[in-house]
């Protein structure tokens, strides 16, 4: 309903989290008439706003407040957040809206994918990559391969993370280190990248994998790691792993928001098997 400046919506919180995404597997991309409200359906849930397409070259919001309204952002050109999101002389948090702002137009990847040089500062990246999430495509890794050498080191794990899901990922991988674009060491996949790609991909790509990765990194540790994983117990204690975490890892490393940023941060490791974790250790 309608009512000047004001939209209401009942229960705001609970339809933003259900409107993450809406939109069905394959299908095209929602275009509504031009100056026409899309419906709240067609919304999308990102970071507290409601994002939706007013124009094929516009977007716009609608900011989720907690007394059950939604307030309206002017619809503005994509192209002119585009220019706020690469401005690095603005305000961080009006190139972080900016970036919010454009993440699900697909004409502004190019964009996004700029945002992730090593010169721009973390709250940048991390932004941009969330927002690059929402553009999966086929050929998403070639595009991070392409930037490869200028991406900031800290970013490189979650992208190549995000590249190794698809099979067109993993091919561009293999043909970047066939080109020398990139080297194994650059790479630095951990064990269960390597695994992805040596025992839960197809024949071929298996094949081409070996001569670049074994299976067996740790051979100097394996017999130590096949001795303490017969140590472990059959499942974990959270509150117990927590307090080791404090008392021997947290004045080095991160986990989540505890801990020191000083070593690796351990926050996205939770993929990585009991044994590649034990043998990092």
């Not at 067109?168 to 390597?194: F, P």
Request: proline share 5%; charged share 25%; net charge positive.
């Amino acid at each position: 309903m309608v009512v000047g400046a004001w939209w209401f919506v009942p229960r705001p919180w609970n339809f933003c989290r259900s409107t993450t995404n809406n939109q069905e597997p394959g299908a095209d991309p929602f275009r509504p008439k031009s100056g026409e409200f899309p419906p709240l359906e067609k919304a999308h849930c990102y970071r507290g706003e409601l994002v939706f397409v007013d124009h094929a070259n516009r977007r716009g919001s609608l900011r989720v407040a907690g007394d059950g309204k939604f307030y309206r952002n002017d619809p503005q050109s994509w192209r002119s957040a585009a220019s706020s999101a690469r401005d690095s002389a603005r305000d961080l948090p009006e190139r972080l809206a900016a970036i919010a702002l454009i993440a699900e137009v697909p004409e502004a990847k190019e964009v996004l994918l700029e945002q992730l040089d090593a010169t721009q500062v973390p709250e940048v990246q991390e932004a941009t990559l969330r927002g690059l999430r929402l553009h999966d495509s086929d050929n998403f890794a070639q595009e991070v391969i392409l930037r490869w050498r200028g991406l900031s080191p800290s970013f490189r794990p979650q992208l190549i993370q995000w590249s190794l899901r698809r099979t067109s990922g993993r091919v561009a991988v293999l043909d970047a280190l066939d080109a020398k674009q990139i080297t194994v060491q650059e790479l630095n996949l951990d064990l269960e990248q390597r695994r992805t790609l040596l025992r839960w991909s197809s024949g071929a790509i298996a094949k081409r994998a070996k001569s670049y990765f074994g299976d067996e990194e740790y051979s100097n540790r394996k017999a130590l790691v096949e001795e303490w994983l017969g140590k472990l117990p059959a499942s974990g204690d959270i509150t117990i792993g927590k307090k080791l975490f404090e008392t021997h890892c947290a004045l080095c490393h991160q986990a989540g928001s505890l801990g020191k940023n000083v070593g690796p941060n351990l926050t996205g490791v939770s993929h990585r098997s009991v044994e590649d974790l034990l043998s990092h250790i």
